[in-house]
């Protein structure tokens, strides 16, 4: 099992705004980064760990942090943001990496 | 535009080893991190390893004993071989890099299925 977990599956109405948790204890002490994964496609990151977006993702993607929840927030979620997304983080160690096991949004 | 192109076996026997190689396109080998991510319906996306330029490695404990990595720093490209596969390694394989600067994977490959099959 992995050491950060997310919920399955969330959805949002279109044009509503949607966060995606990220639960682990390594998280009190380590940063998350966020990838979007679409059907048949290699993972994207839409969150840095320094809760930043990289060059070409929308500013609806926000990235937080407390205690040992890190969230990705989708703010005024598009139909294009329907997909898959992960959290990333070290292990309990440190000395490794851990994806969560993904939640599924559903844009309605 | 940095760019991983990822290529190698995609059927494969059990016991037979894994073998995937990744070239660094448009972009500098040096100072960042070289990993290899896998996924599986059974498992989501699993870490594998990472390495460096100058070829210091670090492995997910779970894959240790049969995970070596490489690097070619002249060709810009890494390696990752894994043996004695089972169907249990059956899995789209992905080569990432990871940047201290953004301090996450920023550039992943377009992943290889592998298939471990008798």
């Known amino acids: 099992s992995s050491e950060v977990t997310q919920d399955p599956a969330v959805s949002v109405a279109l044009g509503q705004t949607v966060s995606i948790t990220c639960q682990g204890d390594?998280?009190?002490?380590?940063?998350a980064s966020w990838y979007q994964q679409k059907p048949g496609q290699a993972p994207v990151l839409v969150i840095n760990?320094?809760?930043n977006r990289p060059s070409g993702i929308p500013d609806r993607f926000s990235g937080s942090n407390s205690g040992n929840t890190a969230s990705l927030t989708i703010t005024g979620a598009q139909a294009e943001d329907e997909a898959d997304y992960y959290c990333?983080?070290?292990?309990?160690?440190?000395?490794?990496?851990?994806f969560g096991g993904g939640t599924q949004l559903t844009v309605l | 535009q940095v760019q991983l192109q990822q290529w190698g076996a995609g059927l494969l026997k059990p016991s037979e080893t894994l073998s995937l190689t990744c070239a660094v396109y448009?972009?500098?080998?040096?100072?960042?991190?070289w990993s290899w991510i896998r996924q599986s319906p059974m498992k989501g996306l699993e870490w594998i390893g990472e390495?460096?330029?100058?070829?210091?490695?670090n492995y997910n404990p779970s894959l240790k004993s049969r995970v070596t990595m490489s690097v070619d720093t002249s060709k810009k490209q890494f390696s990752l071989k894994l043996t004695s596969v089972t169907a249990a390694d059956t899995a789209v394989y992905y080569c990432?890099?990871?940047?201290?600067?953004?301090?996450?994977?920023?550039?992943w490959g377009q992943g290889t299925m592998v298939t471990v099959s008798s």
């Open positions: 448009g972009g500098s080998f040096s100072g960042y991190y």
């Open positions: 760990g320094k809760n």
């Open positions: 390495i460096n330029q100058s070829g210091s490695t």
């Open positions: 990333n983080s070290r292990d309990s160690s440190g000395n490794h990496w851990v």
């Open positions: 390594s998280l009190r002490s380590h940063y």
């Open positions: 990432a890099r990871w940047t201290i600067i953004s301090t996450a994977f920023d550039v």
